[in-house]
């Protein structure tokens, strides 16, 4: 490991975890040593990928291959039930990250706000946090029994979390309302995940909250509301303005958030339990459900995927016409530029003119009448300031120089003889040997 990792400029530890994400096996401790004594030692082949799997790494945050859009599902078949496990892994050691965390106060609802944000999707007060783990332990189980992997999200995967809905009704959240996702907690940082052969269906376990009356109770540093009927709130000494008015608390039961995780498409479910305790009988029936609808969502997918195309079609004809218009007007633009600066350059060309003319004429009647100009006098001075004013503005002073120049050299350039001219040298070049 550490001579690969050299050659990727990475350390070794951080090559396993690479290879580790990859589910690529790399060899084991002492692996080396025992080749060079001579050991044959076996290499494991390379497994392969399983819905979900990251399919390559790539450095300095660059974008991995994108994974290929879901096939129509073949549903496996079912594990043996011996082969169950007693905890499902993503499960484990979660219940400490929510008994650290700190719980939300926004309206009384009291969710518990985990610790850690790399953890399995679901939303609970901590008071109900244990058995809804269970649950979803029990869940993920029942589902990767019948041959459906529960995991999360890739970490560099395109998967994104759909809103969720944890009232136990089924109008749609206001603005106002609190939504899971957009408090100060927001959420886990990726998905959970079930792959129903190659298609992704997110899910999102959590313990609905009710609209109840309650009561405002306690003083004013630790002032809340409670249930009307709780031991609680019964409890509470009544105050002279006693008042009551209806809250969202959390209620005990459960429900579950099925959602298509591609952000091309909108594909939701929800299961809410009537009774606490009802939601592992639906089980068979939730897993029965997200078979049915996967092949929906791969039709929704591709339905999403054409219009995507033609959507980048349409833009890739206007992005031309786009860019044909900002050429012609560029192309207009500079040809009005180029006439401006004609236009300017004759103006300049005719004040160049006008001025020499004007010193000429100057100098003509001054001799005219027998006379001349005083050298280093004002009228010189006044001659020498109109011609620089005029060399300034004449526009053909710069082309002028550079003829001069070029004039120059060719003067100074060996004329070319005719081929007649170069016979007769040749000639007398003869004559002289």
Known sequence: MTTVALRYDVSSNFLAR?????????????????????????QPPLPAARPGDALEWVRDGARP???????????????????????????????EHFERGIVSTYADEKYAKPHKRNIVDVLSSKAFVKRALDVASDLFIALEQRGHRVTLAPADADYSRMSLNHRDNKEKLSDSDYQYGTGAWRGPARPTL????????????????????????????????????????????????????????????????????????RWERYWREKVAGELPSMFGAIAKEL??????????????????????????????????????RRKAEEEKARLAELKEQLEKL????????????????????????????????WF?????R??????????????????????????????????????????KR
């Open 291 to 328: 078979e049915d609808q996967a092949p929906t969502i791969v039709k929704l997918l591709e339905k999403a995927e054409a219009e995507a195309e033609e959507r980048h079609r349409k833009w890739e004809i206007e992005q031309q016409e786009r860019e044909r218009r900002e050429a012609e």
């Open 384 to 388: 020498d300031w109109i011609r620089k």
């Open 65 to 95: 291959r994108a994974a290929p859009v879901p096939r129509t599902p073949t549903l496996p078949k079912h594990r043996k039930k011996d082969a169950r496990p007693t905890r499902h892994p993503l499960v484990v050691g979660v219940l």
């Open 390 to 431: 005029a060399d300034e503005a004449d526009p053909l002073s710069k082309l002028r120089h550079d003829v001069d120049e070029m004039a120059a050299k060719h003067r100074s350039w060996p004329r070319p003889r005719s081929p007649l001219g170069t016979m007769f040298a040749l000639r007398r070049r003869r004559r």
């Open 350 to 381: 005719r004040f160049a003119r006008d001025a020499r003319a004007l010193v000429a004429a100057a100098e003509d009647l001054i001799g005219s009448r027998g006379l001349r100009v005083t050298k280093g006098g004002p009228i010189e001075e």
């Open 194 to 265: 079930v792959f129903v052969d190659t298609v992704a269906i997110g899910l999102s376990l959590f313990e609905l909250s009710e609209h109840v009356e309650v009561r405002y109770i306690g003083g004013d540093a630790e002032s809340k509301y409670a249930r009307v009927g709780s031991l609680e709130e019964r409890l509470a000494p009544r105050r002279a303005h006693d008042w009551t008015t209806r809250q969202w608390l959390v209620s005990g039961r459960l429900g579950l958030h099925a959602y298509a995780p591609y952000g091309a498409i």
């Open 18 to 42: 690479v290879c580790e994400q990859l589910n690529v096996p790399r060899p084991s401790r002492g692996h080396w040593q025992q080749v060079k004594v001579g050991r044959r030692m076996e």
